[in-house]
């Protein structure tokens, strides 16, 4: 028995091996579909959702090709400056002096060479050129840092109406309360008719309201997708955060900020130093100017060439130094008046730029400071509907008021958590735009990880609805 018994264990458990590998192979082919069909969720934190956005942005990559394209162009006015050989043969029919187009004699072959070396207009032209190329560098970072607030605005509006809809489902749920609460007591001759169609009323605003909330849920959500470069089917999951390293409201650390990193201002500078260098270049053009030259050509004694020359050299070398003086330059003269005037231009719109930056900066400032005590209103509203709630809810324990007075304290703190969140929302974009006009969104939104400023402390709320108060490390209430 003993025998007979081992195995038939060795190979129960081979079949037994078998079968678990058999369905693991089954599993892990169907587990895709299985996913797709059960749709997909993933969770984002803020920075994560602004580096996919800069990462997959067609826009981004369009404006580093455009800088692409005007550094070639610049390399285009550099090439004057470098080794330059050009080389071809031909032929052509010819009467009476041997002579080709030019006033070359006839030539089997020809290499030629030519290289600026000092040219002060075509070298003013290659370093505007290349200050150009810089001024579209900082078109490059100015997309980045509309992306980056674009991204950060869409992930934090998604989570304030997502927390919103939650809201004004549980406000649906209380207005449903109230409007069975006033039907039965006008059936009941205890309210007039004209209050059922006030709560009516409430009813389908609210109704509205969530409608509108979902709309612009699935409009946020299809962007987002979009701009993350994430499949269309996918579901992301966001959570309320405050913004990592908030502007703070100071006017006087703020405008010397914008006046350094403000990027409008610096492409002003960039192009007042390109016009700037195009003038000096052209005011060279009062110099003469240098450049090597050479040329190596293979001769042909065709069309009686001796008759007119008395030797004849097939191969022929010419290397120099090609000076030209300028005598009479109308055309210098234009040129420079010209680069003056524009010049100047360029200077008073530096000029204007700067005074533009720094009335912006103390506006947008104001701003933050406005909504910041505008969050702090709302703030207090919100706990004072909490208390309020609180007090009727003892009130209805004890039988002292109805259900219809609990649940239009509901309403009212659901009224206060939507104004507090679209205070908070309202802050949040004056931030932003504030950090864009300072020049340091992506110093904000790219610094690192477990930063201070970026979390946030949860308590609950004191209606006892499962909602809670997000305070951050700045102080700030969500």
Same mark, same amino acid.
């Given at each position: ?19 678990? +590998? ?37 826009? *981004?990559? +369009? $404006? ?46 020809? +290499?030629?060479? #030519?290289?600026?070396?000092? %040219? ?11 200050? =150009? ?7 490059? /970072?100015?997309?980045? /840092?509309?992306?980056?607030?674009? $991204? ?5 509006? *998604? ?17 449903? =309360? ?7 007591? &006008? ?21 509205? =309201?969530?409608?509108?909330?979902? /709309? ?9 997708? #979009?701009?993350?470069? +994430? ?7 966001? &959570?309320?955060? #405050? ?14 900020? @914008? ?19 195009? *003038? ?16 190596? !050509? ?5 069309? %009686?060439? &001796?008759?007119?020359?008395? %030797? ?61 005590? $505008?969050?702090?209103? @709302? ?17 209805? #324990? ?7 007075? *609990? ?6 703190? !659901? ?26 969104? &992506? ?36």
């Amino acid at each position: 028995m003993k025998k007979s018994k081992t195995p038939l264990g060795c190979a129960g458990r081979w079949r037994a091996g078998c079968a678990a +590998l058999l369905v693991w192979v089954l599993f892990g082919l169907a587990s895709p579909a299985d996913a797709q069909q059960a749709g997909v969720s993933r969770k984002l934190t803020l920075k994560e959702a602004v580096s996919l956005a800069v990462k997959n942005s067609r826009d *981004l990559a +369009l $404006a580093r090709l455009q800088y692409g394209l005007v550094q070639r162009e610049a390399g285009v006015d550099r090439s004057v400056f470098r080794p330059n050989f050009y080389t071809g043969t031909g032929a052509a029919y010819t009467s009476g002096f041997p002579l080709i187009q030019g006033g070359g004699a006839p030539t089997i072959f020809s +290499l030629s060479y #030519d290289q600026q070396i000092y %040219n002060p207009p075509l070298r003013g032209e290659q370093r505007a050129a290349e200050q =150009r190329a810089e001024e579209q560098s900082l078109k490059v /970072d100015a997309t980045r /840092d509309a992306i980056m607030i674009r $991204a950060a605005l869409d992930y934090l509006e *998604l989570a304030k109406v997502r927390h919103s809809l939650d809201l004004m489902r549980s406000e649906r749920l209380s207005a449903g =309360r109230i409007l069975d609460a006033t039907r039965e007591r &006008s059936a009941a001759g205890r309210e007039l008719p004209i209050e059922v169609t006030r709560a009516e009323l409430a009813t389908a605003r609210i109704e509205q =309201r969530i409608a509108q909330l979902e /709309d612009r849920e699935d409009a946020l959500v299809n962007e987002m997708l #979009d701009m993350l470069g +994430l499949p269309q089917d996918l579901q992301i999951e966001v &959570s309320p955060e #405050d913004l990592p390293g908030a502007a703070t409201p100071e006017t006087k650390d703020q405008v010397p900020q @914008a006046l350094e990193n403000n990027i409008e201002l610096k492409q002003a500078e960039t192009e007042r130093k390109a016009r700037e260098l195009k *003038l000096r270049g052209e005011r060279g053009g009062y110099w003469p100017t240098f450049g090597l030259m050479g040329q190596y !050509n293979i001769l042909s004694n065709i069309n %009686n060439y &001796s008759t007119y020359f008395s %030797n004849f050299t097939r191969n022929n070398v010419i290397f120099g130094i090609e000076v030209k003086i300028p005598i009479f330059a109308a055309r210098t003269g234009a040129a420079v008046a010209f680069a003056q005037a524009n010049l100047r231009a360029a200077e008073l719109s530096l000029e204007k730029k700067r005074s533009e930056v720094s009335l912006e900066v103390r506006q947008k400032t104001r701003r933050v400071r406005e909504t910041d005590l $505008a969050v702090d209103v @709302a703030r207090l509203e919100l706990q004072l509907a909490q208390e309020n709630l609180r007090v009727v809810q003892a009130q209805f #324990d004890q039988g002292r008021t109805s259900l219809r007075d *609990l649940e239009a304290a509901h309403l009212e703190e !659901n009224d206060k958590w939507l104004a507090f969140l679209d205070a908070n929302f309202g802050r949040q974009q004056a931030q932003l735009e504030l950090l864009q006009t300072t020049g340091q969104v &992506s110093q904000v939104l790219q610094e690192p990880e477990g930063t201070a400023a970026g979390r946030a402390v949860c308590f609950a709320s004191n209606g006892g609805n499962g909602k809670q108060f997000c305070c951050s490390a700045g102080g700030r209430f969500e």
